[in-house]
Nanobody, 115 residues
Framework: QVQLVESGGGLVQPGGSLRLSCAASRSIFSISPMGWYRQAPGKQRELVATITSLETTNYADSVKGRFTISRDNAKSTVYLQMNSLKPEDTAVYYC?????????WGQGTQVTVSS
């Protein structure tokens, strides 16, 4: 069974920072690609960042240079460091993984960027 649990969301002012965490099932974490998606009100879920088991990273153009994805295999946790946050970053952020050709999602954590 694959489980993903996000944490770290909250309210932050424009230009501020947040760090999201996603605790994943230990048994599959070290060999699975991980990532973050987000969904804003009225919009489709979109890719934010991904990281492979070999720590190759990829970012959406909208967050490149501001967000950093990383993983800690010892803790079975993937992180998303978000800097220089903008109001348009406001969304529910979802952790995801693909294991045995099947996608798994966390429950989501709300990020709100507002003055």
């Amino acid at each position: 069974q694959v489980q993903l649990v996000e944490s770290g969301g909250g309210l932050v002012q424009p230009g501020g920072s947040l760090r999201l965490s996603c605790a994943a099932s230990r048994s599959i974490f070290s060999i699975s690609p991980m990532g973050w998606y987000r969904q804003a009100p009225g919009k489709q879920r979109e890719l934010v960042a991904t990281i492979t088991s070999l720590e190759t990273t990829n970012y959406a153009d909208s967050v490149k240079g501001r967000f950093t994805i990383s993983r800690d295999n010892a803790k079975s946790t993937v992180y998303l460091q978000m800097n220089s946050l903008k109001p348009e970053d406001t969304a529910v952020y979802y952790c995801y993984t693909n294991f045995a050709s099947r996608n798994y999602w966390g429950q989501g954590t709300q990020v709100t960027v507002s003055s």
